[in-house]
């Protein structure tokens, strides 16, 4: 995967949590949730294009 897409796709993330964050009328800590889970996807997927879950058999 290319650089650039790669930085797009995680801004497009990024702007996307921020508005759900900002828009959503949600209880803090089902924002929190959210936020972790979505931060831990997308390491899980950083780590994936980089190959290094690949390695491990995951």
Same mark, same amino acid.
């Given at each position: 995967?290319?650089?650039?897409? !790669?930085?797009?796709? !995680?801004?497009?993330?990024?702007?996307? !949590?921020?508005?759900? %964050?900002?828009?959503?009328?949600?209880?803090?800590?089902?924002?929190?949730?959210? %936020?972790?889970?979505?931060?831990?996807?997308?390491?899980?997927?950083?780590?994936?294009?980089?190959?290094?879950?690949?390695? !491990?058999?995951?």
């Amino acid at each position: 995967m290319p650089l650039i897409q !790669l930085v797009i796709v !995680l801004i497009v993330v990024g702007v996307l !949590l921020w508005a759900v %964050n900002a828009f959503i009328p949600m209880d803090g800590k089902i924002k929190q949730i959210l %936020n972790v889970v979505v931060v831990i996807a997308v390491i899980l997927w950083l780590l994936r294009v980089f190959g290094i879950l690949s390695g !491990l058999g995951i």
